[in-house]
């Protein structure tokens, strides 16, 4: 079975730091693209990035949004990828998902809560 | 800036059928943008529909389909049960970068 778990979220304070992990398990990892997208409260879903497989060079790419702010990487040892971003702000209060993309886009994980707040 | 439009809200009876749609505001929406659909309930995960365009998952109920339509992306749902009602939110692909329509609020009356 495809699964996809993340994990490192909680509270945080403004202009701190997180890092997320996306924990995969059920398909071969190497192979596939995963990207990170999140969602505010009540809000709608806003792609983040995504780290590529080693046969496209492991090449990242983000949303200007968050370009300079966010680092995606994967450990291909451990299946897992994650999502550091520097410099929190208020706003960047979310539901933080990853998702696969093997070909298609198939597979998301259950979502991890990150709350920015003094 | 790249910005993705969908409608905002929909209302569809049941048994109807309705279209959502997906605009770019950098011009027509073609297959080359490999147009995905997802379907997000409230507290749950997005689950995708749809991918490049028109092929459905193999979950996907067979009431959705995927067009192009007048230079936008479309997921038209024929027949509409009581538990399609949810968020809808199509998926761009630009040449590097992906980017999220504002999503749609189907609702089922």
């Known amino acids: 079975e495809v699964q996809l778990v993340e994990s490192g979220g909680g509270p945080v304070q403004p202009g701190g730091s997180l890092k997320l992990s996306c924990a995969t398990s059920?398909?071969?990892?190497?192979?596939?693209?995963i990207h990170w997208v999140r969602q505010a409260s009540g809000k709608g879903l806003e792609w983040l990035g995504h780290v590529r497989n080693k046969g496209n060079n492991y090449a990242t790419a983000y949303a200007a949004s968050v370009k300079g702010r966010c680092t995606i990487t994967r450990d291909e040892s451990e299946n897992t990828s994650h999502l550091q971003m520097n410099s929190l702000k208020i706003e960047d209060t979310a539901v933080y998902y990853c998702?696969?993309?093997?070909?298609?886009?198939?597979?998301w994980g259950q979502g991890a809560l990150v709350t920015v707040s003094s | 800036q790249t910005v993705v439009t969908q409608e905002p809200s929909q209302t569809v009876s049941p048994g109807g059928t309705v279209t959502l749609t997906c605009a770019s505001n950098?011009?027509?929406?073609?297959?080359?943008?490999?147009p995905n659909w997802f379907q997000q309930k409230p507290g749950q995960a997005p689950r995708p529909l749809i991918y490049?365009?028109?092929n459905e998952h193999p979950w996907t109920p067979a009431r959705f389909s995927g067009s192009l339509l007048g230079g936008k992306a479309a997921l038209t749902l024929s027949g509409a049960q009581p538990e399609d009602e949810a968020d809808y939110y199509c998926l761009v692909y630009y040449g590097g970068v992906w980017v999220f329509g504002g999503g749609t609020k189907l609702t089922v009356l």
């Open positions: 059920g398909f071969i990892f190497s192979g596939s693209t």
């Open positions: 490049s365009t028109n």
């Open positions: 950098t011009g027509a929406v073609t297959s080359d943008y490999y």
């Open positions: 998702f696969r993309q093997a070909g298609t886009i198939d597979a």
